[in-house]
């Protein structure tokens, strides 16, 4: 019997001892190689005299200085990627009207992120109609709290999830030269949005061109410019919101 309990203790502290590398493995991995934002194009935004950024407990808040934001987009990063690296490629979204919130995912990973929309939401409670988005997994991530928002935007990203019979207004933009999600996987996931979603790739475009954090592993190689790259986001970005303004 001694014996036996000596085993079943052993046994026990092992799987113990399994589970803490595993969580420390994990929490460690996850601080690990977050792709910084880049230093000069997030001065250049915070520079932008028609937006105000706010640094809030919901998420990076840029907020337009004219008129009344009836609209809003919250926006989420891709994995270990700071949630900064985006304000410069949406700060021409929010001059031209729209609120963006950019969360910040709870240990730089979206999928560890179970918090709704109304977590996000709650940095502008005066702004009426919400769009969800994301980059990458934080696309993936968006398309889990679509049924929430009004319209779904996703940056070289794709469902996992069927919202084909949503209803929703998707945009799904993509880059010729994405060398993670590429063109084929997002033309294979089509089929989970509703058949009036807009697709469009962007010719040029790589993985991290939907950001500012400089080049990323297995990524192709952009041949767009960072201002044409913005120019293009922001053309087809706006659109949609104006549509949720006039609903």
Avoid at 114 to 122: I, N, Q, V
Avoid at 190 to 205: C, K, S
Wanted: glycine share 8%; aromatic share 6%; proline share 6%.
């Amino acid at each position: 019997m001694k014996k036996k309990r000596r085993l079943l203790r052993w046994i026990l502290l092992s799987i113990v001892l399994v589970v803490i590398i595993a969580v420390v493995g994990t929490l460690a991995w996850t601080q690990i190689g977050v792709m910084q934002a880049e230093p000069e194009p997030l001065a250049e935004a915070k520079a932008n005299p028609a937006i105000a950024i706010t640094d809030a407990p919901e998420g990076i808040v840029l907020a337009p200085l004219e008129g009344v934001s009836d609209t809003g987009l919250v926006f989420i990063p891709g994995a270990k990627v700071d949630p900064w690296a985006y304000v410069a490629i949406l700060q021409h979204v929010a001059a031209a009207g729209t609120t963006v919130v950019i969360t910040r995912p709870w240990l730089n990973l979206a999928f560890f992120d179970l918090r709704g929309m109304d977590s996000f939401t709650a940095a502008a409670p005066d702004v009426e109609n919400w769009s969800v988005g994301g980059h990458s997994l934080g696309g993936v991530r968006a398309c889990q709290l679509a049924e929430d928002a009004d319209a779904l935007v996703l940056f070289a990203s794709y469902c996992a999830s069927d919202l084909s019979d949503s209803g929703l207004d998707v945009l799904s933009l993509a880059g010729t030269e994405d060398g993670l999600s590429t063109p084929t996987k997002i033309a294979d996931a089509r089929h989970r949005l509703p058949d009036d979603a807009l697709l469009v790739e962007i010719d040029g475009a790589s993985h991290a061109s939907f950001g500012d954090y400089g080049p990323q592993p297995g990524d192709g190689t952009p041949t767009i410019s960072v201002e044409e790259m913005r120019r293009v986001v922001t053309e087809q970005l706006v659109p949609i919101v104006t549509l949720l303004d006039a609903e």
